[in-house]
């Protein structure tokens, strides 16, 4: 289903993304930007492209190295500890290829 097919209807509301941040340490306050001038134009193309802070793809190698490997050694000790005592329940975490990612943002 595309994109523009699921949100047609839908209203946003753009009072976070017409703030204008640059100059909030100087006033106190952001400024709201009009949502027709050229920069809130640009603020709003901005928000709905998927190119905000938050979206820019996964979280960085090293940190889901290190979650994988966290992970790994848990479920590797429960295994251990199961063979060890087979009347020990072991409780095994699944691995989901974006958990370090939901855990990085």
Do not use: C
């Amino acid at each position: 289903m595309s994109r523009t097919y699921r949100r047609r209807r839908h209203r946003y509301e753009y009072r976070w993304v017409l703030r204008d941040w640059r100059n909030a340490p100087f006033l106190g306050a952001p400024l709201l930007l009009d949502r027709h001038s050229a920069d809130g134009r640009r603020a709003v193309a901005r928000f709905h492209s998927d190119n905000e802070i938050t979206m820019r793809g996964a979280a960085p190698r090293w940190y889901r190295k290190v979650y994988g490997r966290r992970l790994s050694t848990f479920n590797d000790k429960q295994l251990r500890r199961w063979l060890a005592d087979p009347g020990y329940d072991p409780v095994m975490l699944a691995w989901h290829r974006h958990a370090a990612n939901w855990s990085w943002w």
